[in-house]
C-alpha cells in the first residue's frame, strides 16, 4: 500500500490565559499574508490559546495550526532544510490566519499531499443554513483558503481525524465524535461512512501501511483495533500516554507519544523508551513525516520542533504571558 509522509492531529482543546504573542523568526509589522493579511498581536493571541491539530503537507511545504479561530500558517523558516526535506518552504515569519477564515477547526488532518480534512463549527461571521452548527467533514485542496463540504454536514462535528491511502488509490478516513463517543469509518475519501467503537478516546492515530490498524489513547491506556475501528485491546506495555501518532517505516516505523506530563515515548519493535520531554501538558502533537522525522508540539509556551524526539527543541511560536 502506497503511504505518503503524512503529518495529521487534532487534539485536547485545553485552554490557557495569554496576553501576548511572540514570533521568535524575527517578525515585523510589514509582514502581509498573501492569503489574507496579517493578523493582529490579540487576533494570533487568542487563536493559540486553543490549537486543536497540527500538521504539514510535503507537497507545499506549509505547516499548519488548526485552532478555535481558523487553520493558521505556521512560520518554518528557523528550521533546517531536514525538515520536509525537498518540499518548499513558506517566507513567513508570524503565524498568518489563513484567508481570514474564522471557522473552529477542530478534527483536522492532512490527508494526503495537498488535501486537507478537518471538521468543526462554522465561522460566526458566514451565513449558515446548517441545521446544527457542525461542519461535518471538509476538504481543501488550496491550503485552506477555501473548504468544500464532503459529508455529514450540519450533524458531525469530528474532533479528531486521520486518513490513510487504500489500494486503489481512495481514502480510509477514521473520524472521531467526541459529543456522541462514537467512530466512524469512511473508505470512499469520506463521502459515506460506516458504524466503528463506541468508546472514550483522546487521540487516534492510524498504522503508516496498515488501514485496518488504528491505535487510540484512552484514559485507561493506549489500545489498537486490527479491524478497522470496530473493536479495541490494550496495547501491553505501552506508557499512559495523551497524545500520539505513528511514525514512516522509511523512519524508523513505531509509535511516538507524550504523557500527560509532556514526557516524550518512542516505540521502536515493541519496546518503548523515553527520550525526552516538553517539561508540560501538551495541548496538541504531531509527527512530520520524512526520512528526517520531526515532531511538532503545541502546549501553554507556544508551538515548537524536534528532530530528536523531545531532547532538544526549536521554537516556532512563542506565547508570552
Not at 491539530?53 to 510535503?58: I, Y
Not at 511538532?296 to 504571558?321: H, M, P, Q, R
Request: charge should be negative; include cysteine.
Amino acid at each position: 500500500m502506497a503511504r505518503f509522509n503524512r503529518s495529521r492531529r487534532r487534539i485536547i482543546a485545553l485552554s490557557f490565559p495569554l496576553v501576548g504573542l511572540m514570533v521568535l523568526t524575527g517578525c515585523s509589522a510589514n509582514d502581509v499574508d498573501s492569503a489574507g493579511g496579517s493578523p493582529s498581536i490579540d487576533a494570533a493571541a487568542n487563536a493559540f490559546e486553543h490549537v486543536h491539530g497540527l500538521g504539514a503537507d510535503p507537497l507545499t511545504g506549509d505547516t499548519y495550526a488548526a485552532t478555535h479561530q481558523g487553520v493558521w500558517l505556521i512560520p518554518t523558516g528557523v528550521l533546517p532544510d531536514t525538515y520536509l526535506t525537498g518540499a518548499p518552504r513558506a517566507n513567513t515569519t508570524q503565524p498568518l490566519q489563513i484567508a481570514g477564515r474564522a471557522q473552529d477547526t477542530m478534527g483536522f488532518t492532512v490527508a494526503a499531499p495537498g488535501q486537507l480534512l478537518a471538521s468543526g463549527h462554522p465561522d460566526p461571521t458566514e451565513p449558515s443554513d446548517l441545521a446544527l452548527p457542525n461542519l461535518g467533514l471538509i476538504s481543501s485542496t488550496d491550503g485552506a483558503s477555501t473548504w468544500t463540504p464532503l459529508s455529514l454536514a450540519g450533524k458531525t462535528d469530528f474532533h479528531d481525524l486521520d486518513a490513510v491511502p487504500l489500494d486503489d488509490g481512495t481514502l480510509r478516513v477514521y473520524g472521531y465524535d467526541a459529543g456522541a463517543g462514537t467512530l466512524s469509518v469512511s473508505d470512499d475519501s469520506g463521502l459515506t461512512w460506516s458504524a466503528g467503537a463506541n468508546l472514550a478516546l483522546r487521540d487516534m492515530s492510524v498504522h503508516p501501511s496498515q488501514a485496518d490498524q488504528l491505535y487510540a489513547t484512552t484514559a485507561a491506556g493506549v489500545v489498537v483495533s486490527t479491524d478497522a475501528g470496530r473493536t479495541f485491546s490494550a496495547l501491553a506495555g505501552a506508557p499512559a500516554l495523551l497524545l500520539m501518532d505513528t511514525i514512516d517505516a522509511n523512519a524508523g516505523g513505531g509509535i511516538v507519544g507524550l504523557d500527560p506530563s509532556g514526557a516524550v515515548w518512542r516505540q521502536v519493535a515493541e519496546t518503548w523508551t523515553q527520550t525526552g520531554t516538553t517539561g508540560r501538558a501538551p495541548e496538541a502533537f504531531t509527527v512530520v513525516g520524512g526520512s528526517s522525522p520531526w515532531i511538532l508540539v503545541a502546549d501553554a509556551t507556544g508551538i515548537s520542533a524536534s528532530n530528536d524526539y523531545g531532547k532538544t527543541w526549536t521554537a516556532l511560536v512563542s506565547l508570552s504571558s
